[in-house]
């Protein structure tokens, strides 16, 4: 009886969230929108997607799954064959496999060997994987990512040290070893030459007679100043810099940004005319992850925060304006439902790069989670419907500007393990029971599935 009453108001809140929802429709989308959802490696469930309706789906390669022992190993067959089965089941429920070649993850034996991200030869062990993986799966696989969030990857791993490999000095974390004026710049610049070495390989070798496309995924924010004034406007700029075009400028022009160089000086490192070289093949789109945006404050002419990660753009980030939050708080720390910020980060994207094709990568909305808390609330997740509509409507009013927006992806799919956060955040439109398994459809499932499959643009031809 309890289940059938939680089933009746599930429904009761879908029709009425429907209804408050109704003016956002897949019509105001391309007919070759993807939309799809996102996982990182370990996770699938083509059922649940297939009843979902989505026409792509975002997950990722395990590097160490392929080749353990990078370029000084044989490939894993098991691995090669665990994700060819996969690609498979994708295509067969008519759902287009969009695939991240690194998600955060390296084998252990070339950290322990020379480093990793801090050695030059990582450069040669991604491409060998690369070209691995195009070998593999490029006939069936026409969206490559190379890299997910690496501006994440490289901050939190080796400025404040809070991701692997741990790598900080004071007074940004409290590592057993690192440099954070340093080494963050390194291996910043090993990443961005892994990534031009993949997409060389690619452009060369495959790109012709697969047919496939090759980009890069950005974690973004937006930022507003915090006061009307030109230095904290200013300071957005530099903020968005450090943060963004500090991968983005040196794949699509082949230089740091200029806002970084002021600041950075000889702490940047540059780029030989073999580097120059293989940054020549340009990425053939951008991902874009996007959750939330902040405010900015200028300290270049006022004191920054010791440690904070900000600092070394001479910012000071806030989700507060007079104790007032940017947007509706969520359970994730620093996360503000501001939808604004996804309009505005397509077009300054769209503007600084010259309108190269985006794909919304990630973008999505988390519930606390405890392992006290009653089920039904987990299901009725009206905020994340909320989220999602605003986001998504954001989104559209970016294209009707112009913007080259190609597909959208949801964090994620189902419940999942959140990195530092473990299972105590949940983004998934599909609940999960993390003792059972057992998947259930929250609202947003209801909501999503209702939207993909309203009307549809007929194009011409």
């Known amino acids: ?37 996102s996982t990182s490696s370990y996770q699938e469930d083509i059922e649940l997607m297939h009843h979902l309706g989505v026409n792509s789906y975002r997950f990722s390669i395990s590097w160490s799954r392929i080749l353990p022992r990078g370029r000084f190993g044989k490939v894993n067959s098991v691995g090669i064959t665990f994700y060819n089965r996969l690609i498979d089941a994708l295509l067969l429920q008519g759902i287009q496999p969009f695939v991240t070649l690194n998600h955060n993850d390296v084998p252990q034996y070339l950290e322990d060997r020379y480093g990793a991200w801090l050695n030059p030869q990582i450069q040669k062990d991604f491409g060998h994987y690369a070209d691995v993986c195009f070998k593999a799966f490029g006939r069936k696989v026409k969206y490559w990512i190379t890299f997910n969030e690496p501006n994440n990857v490289v901050v939190k791993g080796f400025i404040s040290g809070v991701y692997p490999p741990q790598r900080c000095s004071k007074p940004f974390g409290d590592c057993l070893s690192g440099d954070s004026n340093i080494e963050p710049y390194i291996a910043a610049h090993n990443i961005i ?23 890069i995924v950005i974690s973004t924010r937006w930022f507003e100043p915090l006061r009307d004034i030109p230095a904290d406007r200013f300071a957005v700029q530099r903020a968005l810099a450090f943060d963004i075009a500090w991968f983005l400028d040196p794949v699509i022009f082949g230089e740091y940004p200029p806002e970084m160089r002021q600041v950075l000086g000889l702490r940047l490192p540059t780029f030989s005319s073999e580097d120059g070289r293989k940054l020549q093949h340009k ?46 708080p969520t359970s994730m720390p620093d996360n503000f439902v501001f939808p604004d910020g996804m309009e505005k980060m397509i077009m300054y994207i769209m503007q600084r790069y010259n309108n190269i094709p985006m794909f919304i990568t990630e973008n999505g909305y988390a519930q606390g989670s ?17 989220y999602l509509h605003s986001y998504l409507t954001s989104l559209t009013r970016a294209m009707r500007q112009g913007a080259d927006v190609r597909g959208y992806f949801i964090w994620s799919l189902l419940d999942n393990f959140e990195w530092l956060f473990g299972y105590t955040q949940r983004f998934g439109l599909y609940h999960v029971n993390f003792e059972t398994q057992e998947r259930t459809p929250k609202l947003s ?10 009307p549809e643009v007929i194009e011409s031809e």
């Open 283 to 328: 990425l053939d789109f951008i991902g874009i992850n996007h959750y939330t945006s902040k405010y900015i404050q200028d300290c270049i002419f006022s004191p920054c925060e010791e440690g904070s990660i900000e600092s070394t753009a001479f910012v000071i980030s806030t989700g507060e304006r007079n104790g007032i939050p940017i947007g509706t």
């Open 193 to 215: 030459l892994a990534h031009a070495t993949a997409v060389e390989t690619y452009k060369k070798e495959y790109q012709a007679k697969q047919g496939g496309s090759i980009g």
């Open 1 to 37: 009886m309890e289940k059938k009453k939680t089933w009746m108001l599930a429904c009761a809140l879908f029709l009425q969230l429907l209804c408050s929802v109704s003016e956002l429709d897949r019509s105001q989308f391309p007919s070759s929108f993807l939309f799809g959802t």
């Open 445 to 454: 499932a209801k909501w999503f599935k209702e939207f993909l499959e309203g």
């Open 370 to 386: 405890t392992s006290n808390d009653p089920t039904a609330d987990m299901l009725n997740d009206e905020g994340r419907v909320e």
